[in-house]
């Protein structure tokens, strides 16, 4: 069994205790045109995915007017700039865990449902820009997760098999790429279950046989 060479991170409920953000930004804008996703909702079906495909679903869940995305979608991303500026902050086991990572020759990368400044921004604020090798995006694939497209692009850039990458995830729909990229999994909960004991631990038990 090839041992693990690479820790590719999602990155909202990750490194990032954004999910909520992106939900409030979302709902906010939503809220104009008299729309919202209730938290059931959220948690159950819009979790995870990139903001157009959201507002895809609402269409034809809500009869939410097409012609109203692009506003919405750009409206949402306003919110969520200015939740970054207020809400991003440094988080020591995050910044412990990705330099002793590094230190330890593994190769890190970013694969998130967001878009690019979103991303760019919120790793800027929260001070992990420089632990990782690249970052992609929704903008940066044509398929976003639960297609397994962005982990396996990261996996070809670096040039590494799935099986020499363990995968950080926290819901539903980038479980489901992880899965279906090949890579191995490490699921989290929350963002506090992201350190370099718990990422440690896990690449050992791949590398012992244990799935």
Not at 17 to 42: M, T, V
Not at 139 to 161: A, F, I, Q
Not at 179 to 204: C, E, W
Request: aromatic content about 10%; proline content about 3%.
């Amino acid at each position: 069994m090839a041992g693990i060479k690479a820790v590719l991170f999602d990155m909202d409920g990750v490194l990032i205790e954004a999910k909520d953000w992106h939900y409030e930004a979302l709902n906010k804008a939503l809220s104009l045109f008299g729309y919202e996703i209730n938290r059931f909702e959220h948690l159950t079906g819009y979790d995870g995915l990139p903001t157009r495909n959201k507002l895809k679903r609402l269409s034809l869940e809500k009869g939410l007017p097409e012609e109203l995305h692009y506003f919405i979608n750009e409206m949402k991303q306003q919110y969520t700039i200015s939740m970054i500026h207020n809400l991003c902050r440094p988080r020591f086991n995050h910044e412990y865990a990705l330099s002793r990572l590094k230190a330890d020759g593994y190769r890190l990368a970013v694969g998130s449902n967001s878009v690019r400044l979103s991303i760019e921004m919120m790793l800027y604020h929260a001070k992990l820009t420089q632990y990782f090798e690249f970052m992609l995006s929704n903008e940066d694939v044509r398929n976003s997760k639960p297609d397994p497209e962005m982990y396996l692009k990261s996996m070809e850039k670096m040039g590494l098999l799935p099986e020499e990458c363990l995968i950080v995830e926290d819901n539903e729909n980038g479980i489901k790429a992880a899965v279906a990229s090949g890579g191995h999994l490490m699921i989290v909960k929350t963002v506090d279950d992201v350190t370099y004991n718990n990422i440690k631990r896990r690449i050992l038990e791949v590398e012992s046989g244990v799935q």
